[in-house]
């Protein structure tokens, strides 16, 4: 069984400074229909202009994990992290017990885009911790590469809950397999271009939600990046 979630159906808000768009019910956005999936509770695209971002602000028991499209990230942390992340880069913070950091777009004259997603984590009261990895443009190019695990395997950033998180860059006509074992269930998040799910059509912004189902299908129609989601 799949479920599309169509870009243009998500919770929208332009700030000015932020365009963002949500998955799932997140801050002023509520819909009882989309409060997440399985383990997955927030994937936002937000879109941050030059010189702006997130002032310091709070989080708990929660996994998050920033993907950066386009441009750079710049984050800072109670833990004392301070780095710039940029495509291909995947940090992972741990809220735990509680962090405090901030967000910004360092550039004076490129606009920002990141996925930022948030994961529920397999228990409260975790020991803050934070995270980051590289893969480079081959790495991800039309194939599946592992960035975030429960176990840390091949490389990926460690995350305190079961799921397996992929990367993919597709060039037009590539096929791609992912199978699911019994019981798992999978999120695919794209962020641009245009694929077939299993003969389904996706495009930019559109996610899909798939449960029982053992195999996946991937065809790009169009040069395409996206985010696949395996979860218990």
């Keep these: 069984m799949m479920t599309r979630r169509p870009s243009a159906e998500r919770g929208h808000f332009d700030h000015g400074w932020l365009d963002t768009r949500h998955s799932f ?6 819909d009882p229909a989309h409060m ?26 929660m996994e998050i994990l920033s993907w950066v499209l386009d441009g750079a990230l710049e984050h800072k942390d109670s833990m004392g992290n301070g780095s710039v992340i ?18 910004f777009n360092p550039s004076p004259t490129e606009p920002m885009r990141l996925l930022q997603i948030w994961i529920l984590p397999e228990r409260s009261g975790l020991e803050p911790g934070y995270e980051e990895r590289h ?12 960035v975030a695990s429960r176990d840390a395997r091949e490389g990926s950033v460690k ?17 791609l397999q992912h199978t ?7 999120w695919i998040q794209v962020a641009r271009g245009e694929l077939l799910l299993n003969d389904t059509p996706l495009g930019p912004g559109d996610g899909a939600a798939i449960s ?10 169009a040069d395409a990046e996206l985010l696949l989601f395996d979860l218990a």
Aim: cysteine-free.
């Design 25 to 30: 019910s997140f801050a002023d956005y509520h």
């Design 86 to 103: 940029r495509p291909g880069d995947i940090q992972r913070m741990s809220a735990g017990t509680g962090v405090r950091h901030s967000e």
């Design 135 to 146: 893969f480079a443009p081959e790495e991800r190019t039309d194939r599946l590469r592992l």
């Design 180 to 186: 699911l074992k019994p019981g798992r269930h999978a």
């Design 36 to 61: 997440g999936f399985r383990a997955l509770r927030v994937i936002n695209e937000d879109r941050v202009q030059p010189a702006r971002g997130f002032p310091t602000h709070s989080h708990r028991d």
């Design 159 to 175: 995350v305190h809950q079961d799921v397996d998180l992929y990367a993919s860059v597709m060039t037009a006509g590539t096929q």
């Design 212 to 221: 029982e189902e053992s195999a996946l299908e991937l065809q790009a129609t």
